[in-house]
């Protein structure tokens, strides 16, 4: 029988949160591009003669390979290509100071304040400015061989070599991962229709999260491209409205799940059905199989499954005119000027531009008055453990200190058994691969399979051998001791953070959407489109939330205190879904005195929250007809409200 702790010996949570490895499936075609990228240049520097070289090469390649997290051809093009662009610029200007003391320090911390700032775009752009301070900071701490010119080219060449081997199969599989996808969706909305009637806690409301992060994915991946692509791609256009398709089958999930009654299993069966026509792109009828709805509810399913299926067996690529339910996204340039006015006049991007300067600056300093060797790792320390969009810094301080010693006890093996030559070779087939399959398990797992492959590359260049473990280790935690204190601690929203205010946002924004789902002011498609913003923002303060909890006290039990409250705030969006689904097939529509009834309650309670950082003491006095289509939403705007008053002894 297994021993338990002691209490005095039982880690904290968010301790325990940090260290569990993420469930996640290997992708086995970017394990072997990682292993052919990172070994090949190697092996025609040696061949050449020149294995310097060839480490640059692997080192562009190793930016590459963590970059390469996408399905789809095109989104490749973007994650790879676009910052490999910025690590030539980094790299260019970081060589260029190399040696040049309060220069260097000026340079690079101009460099950490334009990498923050862009980094607060999006992904390509974050991806992007995690390069070019990167590589600048490379530049600046490590002399290049050869020409000024050469350094910038190896290590685009290095990356730009996985993007080439990504896009081989594209002639073969184009529009494969974007099917995939949209198909990967319907499966996932399969499972949320198995799970509206279960029993067990908790299933639904993960199946309708995995649902969400599904849509954002796909719609991510598909309609990204639409601007320019639309009108000359017939089956990006098909893949769009067959992903709008679904949407009314997603609508009326809630409904089935507020009934309490379990969906006969044709239901989810011909879900899945409709999922393989997706995937195959068959075009032809298609046999639903569904049993005769006989209430309210089973007819909303059948009847948004029927529409589902007419859209996804139709040869028409939209022939339902579905395409625009949604919205097309505005012209590339016109979202380019979007980006650099958010980027120059906002609060946020300043603020973390700031502090990753402030950060890097420091490093820099401290580094050009105190001799440390190697001390450009304290600089490409604090850039991973500061990107905003990868986490609390914090845990990624702690785990990246964790995965350091850890990858440095397979480093000192490399080092010290290993001969440097063509031995590096086989070695590289060996330690790439882990990059990108323990990635996905978390950052500490990552830190560890990048440590000894970056040590490897190094004394490829310097010749230091094991006299590199410990510079690694000292300068680590230099660099996560300066991130906690300079880019954590003095900043008290990473600390102290307003937990209720993206809650209260939502709060209002569903008390929006309260009253044009029932009114009949607001078109259809309008509807629609405010509805996939709110499950959207949700998924964003879910992620946000969970991240929270794997922060230290007092922030991670505030978050924890507040966890049930998300989780309200997504039932009521997902009744106020049930009613709007309800009156379509039928039912009562609501009087508008109680519309606006629940729907001040709700902006009451957004304003509560807005207002404190502990929970805030509310009424929770709704009334209303005990048989109309709104009580079940009442209810849970009730429920909501009691979670945010204080518990009275």
Not at 45 to 53: F, I
Not at 496 to 517: F, I, K, M, N, Q
Not at 639 to 647: E, G
Request: net charge positive; aromatic share 6%.
């Amino acid at each position: 029988m297994p021993r338990e702790l002691p209490i005095g010996l039982t880690p904290p949570d968010w301790l325990v949160r940090n260290l569990r490895p993420q469930q996640a499936p290997v992708n086995r075609p970017a394990v072997a591009r990682a292993a052919l990228a990172m070994a090949l240049p190697l092996l025609i520097g040696l061949a050449l003669g020149r294995p310097e070289y060839g480490a640059l090469a692997s080192m562009g390649a190793l930016s590459g390979v963590i970059g390469d997290t996408a399905d789809a051809y095109r989104i490749r093009i973007l994650n790879i290509a676009i910052p490999q662009a910025f690590g030539a610029v980094g790299i260019t200007l970081g060589a260029a100071v190399y040696s040049h003391g309060w220069l260097a320090v000026t340079t690079v911390t101009a460099v950490a304040l334009v990498s923050g700032m862009i980094s607060t775009i999006g992904a390509v752009a974050s991806v992007s400015g995690l390069l070019l301070l990167l590589n600048s900071v490379v530049g600046a701490g490590l002399p290049m061989p050869g020409a000024w010119w050469l350094a910038p080219v190896l290590m685009t060449g290095g990356g730009l070599l996985v993007l080439l081997l990504a896009l081989l199969a594209w002639p073969l599989r184009s529009g494969v991962p974007e099917r995939a996808a949209v198909a990967g969706t319907y499966r996932t909305v399969a499972t949320l229709l198995d799970a509206s009637a279960g029993t067990t806690p908790g299933a639904y409301e993960d199946a309708r999260h995995a649902v969400t992060q599904s849509l954002n994915q796909s719609y991510d991946l598909v309609l990204a491209h639409r601007a320019r692509h639309h009108g000359r791609s017939p089956e990006l256009t098909r893949l769009l409205a067959q992903l709008n398709a679904i949407t009314p089958v997603v609508e009326a999930a809630p409904a089935a799940h507020l009934a309490g009654r379990p969906l006969p299993p044709e239901v989810p069966a011909a879900v899945r059905h409709l999922a393989q026509a997706v995937e195959t792109g068959f075009t032809g009828p298609i046999g639903l199989g569904l049993p005769t709805p006989t209430e309210e509810t089973g007819r909303a399913v059948d009847h948004a499954l029927r529409h589902t299926a007419e859209v996804v067996a139709a040869p028409d690529v939209d022939p339902l005119g579905l395409v625009d339910r949604l919205g097309r996204p505005a012209a590339l340039r016109v979202r380019a000027a979007r980006a650099a006015h958010d980027v120059l006049l906002s609060a946020a991007s300043w603020r973390y531009g700031l502090r990753l300067a402030l950060c890097i600056g420091l490093a820099q300093v401290l580094v050009s008055i105190i001799t440390v060797p190697r001390s450009y790792w304290v600089a490409l320390t604090i850039t991973f453990v500061l990107k905003p969009d990868f986490g609390s810094v914090f845990s990624r301080a702690l785990l990246r200190a964790l995965g350091t010693v850890a990858g440095l006890v397979v480093a000192a093996a490399v080092l010290s058994q290993v001969p440097r030559g063509w031995w590096d070779v086989p070695v590289m087939l060996l330690l790439a691969p882990l990059i990108p399959a323990l990635t996905p398990r978390g950052y500490g797992y990552q830190t560890a399979a990048i440590t000894p492959v970056i040590l490897l590359l190094s004394d490829i260049l310097n010749h230091q051998g094991t006299a590199l473990l410990l510079p690694r280790l000292v300068d680590s935690l230099i660099g996560c001791a300066i991130a906690l204190v300079a880019g954590y601690l003095l900043w008290p929203e990473s600390w102290h953070t307003r937990v209720g205010d993206r809650l209260a946002d939502a709060v209002a924004d569903t008390a929006r959407y309260t009253e044009s789902a029932f009114g009949s002011h607001v078109d259809p498609p309008a509807r629609a489109r405010m509805r996939r913003r709110l499950y959207r923002d949700l998924s964003v303060i879910r992620t946000e939330f969970q991240r929270a909890l794997t922060e230290p006290p007092p922030t991670g039990t505030r978050a924890a205190a507040w966890w049930p409250l998300v989780v309200a705030v997504e039932r009521i969006v997902d009744a106020t879904t049930a009613a709007r689904v309800r009156v379509k097939h039928g039912a009562e529509p609501p009087s508008e005195a109680e519309i606006a009834h629940v729907a001040r309650q709700l902006r009451e309670l957004s304003e509560g929250l807005r207002d404190t950082d502990v929970l805030y003491p509310v009424r929770t006095d709704l009334t209303g007809p005990a048989d109309s289509v709104l009580e079940p939403l009442r209810q849970e705007v009730a429920a909501a409200r009691t979670i945010a008053s204080p518990h009275q002894p």
